[in-house]
């Protein structure tokens, strides 16, 4: 068991990407980057972490130069958010698509407009089908444990495909926690140098990237879709190997007191922690609820998420992110995409909370709780809520 | 009859290696194929190709067929530099740490056309030059996007009809004048840039050899004639880089640590006119419109005659 300490989690996931040993880093100062990419320069500069630290002039530019480093077969790492996220687009396509296993850590963060910097999730969100394997952390120490797993996941020659790890901007990017950092020797064993399979070298010349005519585009889509589901496997694979060498288990969804609950809460990230005091008080009161968190949420923990719900009446959906003019949220409309060949099924419905920073409060739960109790009795009014909205 | 000796012996001087395979699927008499397969006959197979999208990509990269004999990525349109930052970094720090598989100099060569460099791909390519990344950028330029069929960029010549700065009743074609790349990447204080066509093959592969010599980021600007876009005939594509050089409307010169060195100064240049006279793009032009372009390229050709003078 590593050393106890308190540290920023944006340091812990600058920690974990030393300690992985990454080979090249590329990143841009978007409005604001977190530390984690400010260690990282800092790391270099004091030869801490023997990396190539490339301060781009752009987010696109930042993934295209992640392209260009995990092409020729470095350890290849960038961290961003909201804005920057979304002027990634384009790149975190085709990332995926060139099967270029770079790690990213997201620091979850509001979209323009109107400019916020403050917390929740809809960059993430936005980059929904991007093709990328991608992980929500509830906590600093899962950030940590997660950043360490994402490489290996990414690299493993089944899957061959980028990562995300998304933690909560500010709530979860900028807090102090307490950590059990490991030691170099162990990570070492868990994680060794990447082998890549294809790179650029003249003694074995390939081309990467070529046109797809239609002929074979629907192929090469339906392969990388193989991989990424093909990667569930793996990613237990991986958290059972973790499991082994540090001791704190992960799973694809973590459920808390859901097993008996009529309602369930089903959120991702770090507000989960808020829930979970909402649901003790709730279970306190008598009331059967618990939490369901996705932790995997591409590639889709289809069977988890369909366990973990089974026998609950109702399911409330906390999604930090809105699908304007749409279903509501993401996690909420996946969650019914999910269950609906089920023939017996909890109603699902969606909440938008905590948007641009906004807290997300214990009674905030109580009254999703309510609402849905609600909505069990009389039926569905609304397609969505937007909690602690004032209209 | 001195002409015809040096195409019997020059050949015979070049590499016969071609890195740009055959077979690809350029249009007939592509300038811009034919500047690719000089750079890459001096770069040799210790190259790593960083393609942005366009003609180029295009043609030598239908899957499962390549053209490319030498390691080659294209990620997308508007970050061939960012690209070839990340394989030159990425190979650098790998060699340092001894898991890259080669040990010798490895060329890093971005490739891009007017529309990836002046346009899209400018702020990629800036940064590139800024942090001094040791790769050679080739613009490509055929002044337009023609791969995707013929539209203008900032690089198209003014008065060029396009089929987004079309000639009308009420319209000359491009308005504006042609953005000055190589000016713009000069103000990066870089080592090296040249200007180059393959009309000229020995001084573009004597630049293409300088380029990838120097140690840090140098720029090749190649004007390659397209008869696609400018609609001229398919066996003129070497006849319109040379009038081009020799009406001064593209001068060939270099800029090494800052000094600008003319390479060709013709003293009794051609008229624009004869330069145009050729190309579908420029037939709707007036006299007097041709005047006003014949101007400006006197204006811009005595400029570039001056700085050379002084830097010499």
Redo the contacts between chains.
């Keep these: 068991m590593g050393e106890r300490i308190g540290l920023e989690v944006s340091l812990a996931v600058s920690e974990a990407v030393k300690l992985a040993r990454a080979d090249a880093i590329a990143a841009y100062p978007i409005t604001p980057q977190t530390h984690i990419v400010e260690e990282l320069a800092q790391m270099v500069a004091d030869d801490d972490l023997d990396a190539e630290f490339i301060m781009v002039e752009s987010e696109h530019s930042a993934m295209s130069a992640c392209c260009g480093t995990a092409a020729v077969g470095a350890r290849t790492y960038t961290a961003t958010s909201s804005q920057g996220l979304a002027l990634m687009h384009e790149m975190l396509f085709i990332a995926a698509g060139l099967r270029l296993p770079i790690c990213m850590t997201i620091a979850n963060r509001a979209l323009s407009a109107p400019l916020s910097i403050w917390g929740d999730q809809s960059d993430v969100m936005a980059e929904r089908d991007c093709g990328w394997i991608q992980l929500f952390a509830e906590t600093g120490q899962e950030a940590f444990d997660l950043t360490l797993c994402s490489f290996k996941i990414a690299e493993d020659k089944r899957v061959l495909t980028p990562t995300i790890v998304n933690i909560d901007g500010f709530t979860l990017s900028h807090v102090v926690e307490p950590f059990e950092l490991e030691s170099q020797e162990d990570v070492d064993a868990f994680l060794p140098a990447y082998e890549p399979q294809t790179i650029l070298d003249p003694a074995h010349p390939v081309t990467i990237g070529p046109v797809g005519f239609p002929e074979i585009y629907t192929e090469i889509k339906k392969q990388q879709d193989m991989a990424v589901i093909g990667a569930y496997d793996v990613v237990l694979e991986v958290f059972a190997e973790f499991e082994k060498k540090f001791g704190r288990a992960y799973k694809p969804v973590e459920s808390y007191r859901a097993e008996d609950a009529d309602i369930i809460i089903n959120i991702a990230g770090a507000v989960a922690g808020t829930a979970r005091i909402a649901v003790d008080r709730m279970r306190d009161e008598g009331k059967k609820v618990g939490i369901v968190r996705p932790r995997l949420w591409r590639p889709y923990p289809f069977e988890d998420m369909r366990a973990a719900v089974k026998g609950a009446k109702g399911v409330a959906v906390v999604d930090r992110a809105l699908s304007v003019g749409g279903p509501g949220g993401p996690i909420a409309s996946e969650l019914r995409s999910c269950l609906y060949p089920l023939a017996e099924k909890p109603v699902v419905l969606s909440f938008i909370a905590g948007l641009g920073g906004r807290d997300i409060t214990i009674e905030d739960f109580y009254t999703m709780v309510r609402e849905t109790e609600e909505v069990l009795e009389t039926g569905y009014t609304d397609e969505y809520k937007m909690i602690g909205v004032r209209e | 009859m001195a002409e015809n000796k040096s195409a019997e012996f020059i050949p015979r001087l070049l590499p016969p290696r071609e890195l740009v395979a055959e077979g690809h699927r350029g249009c007939q008499g592509c300038g811009e194929a034919l500047a690719l397969r000089q750079v890459f006959k001096v770069a040799g ?4 190709v ?1 393609s942005a999208t366009g003609c180029m ?2 043609i030598t ?4 067929e ?1 053209a ?9 349109f ?2 061939a ?14 060699k ?2 001894g ?4 040990d010798g100099k ?1 060329n890093v060569i971005a490739i891009a056309g007017d529309g990836g460099t002046a346009d899209i791909g400018l ?2 390519l ?2 590139a030059l ?2 001094g990344h040791n790769f050679t950028y080739v613009c490509t330029d055929n002044e337009a996007y023609m791969n995707t069929g013929i539209q203008r960029s900032s690089a198209t010549p003014y008065g060029a009809s396009t089929t987004t700065s079309p000639k009308g009743k009420d319209s000359i074609g491009q308005t504006t004048q042609k953005k000055n790349l190589p000016k713009i990447v000069a103000a990066h204080d870089i080592p090296y840039l040249a200007t180059a066509c393959p009309s000229y093959p020995l001084d573009l592969m004597n630049k293409t050899r300088k380029a990838l010599d120097i140690e840090g980021p140098t720029y090749l600007h190649v004007l390659s004639p397209c008869p696609t876009g400018w609609r001229h005939d398919i066996d003129m594509a070497v006849e319109m880089g040379r009038l081009a050089v020799e009406s001064g409307v593209f001068p060939l010169y270099e800029v090494e640590n800052g000094k600008l060195k003319m390479n060709m100064v013709i003293e009794n240049r051609k008229s624009v006119a004869e330069y145009m006279k050729p190309q579908g793009r420029f037939r709707h032009l007036k006299p007097e419109e041709i005047e006003k372009v014949q101007e400006r390229v006197d204006e811009h050709y005595a400029e570039l005659v001056e700085r050379a003078e002084c830097d010499a």
């Design positions: 197979p210790n190259t790593i960083c990509e295009i990269s239908p899957y499962p390549t490319w004999r030498i390691p080659w990525i294209h990620v997308a508007e970050n530099a960012a690209v070839a930052s990340g394989v030159e970094a990425g190979i650098k720090i790998l340092k740490k898991r890259y598989p080669h490895i702020q990629a800036s940064g800024e942090r």
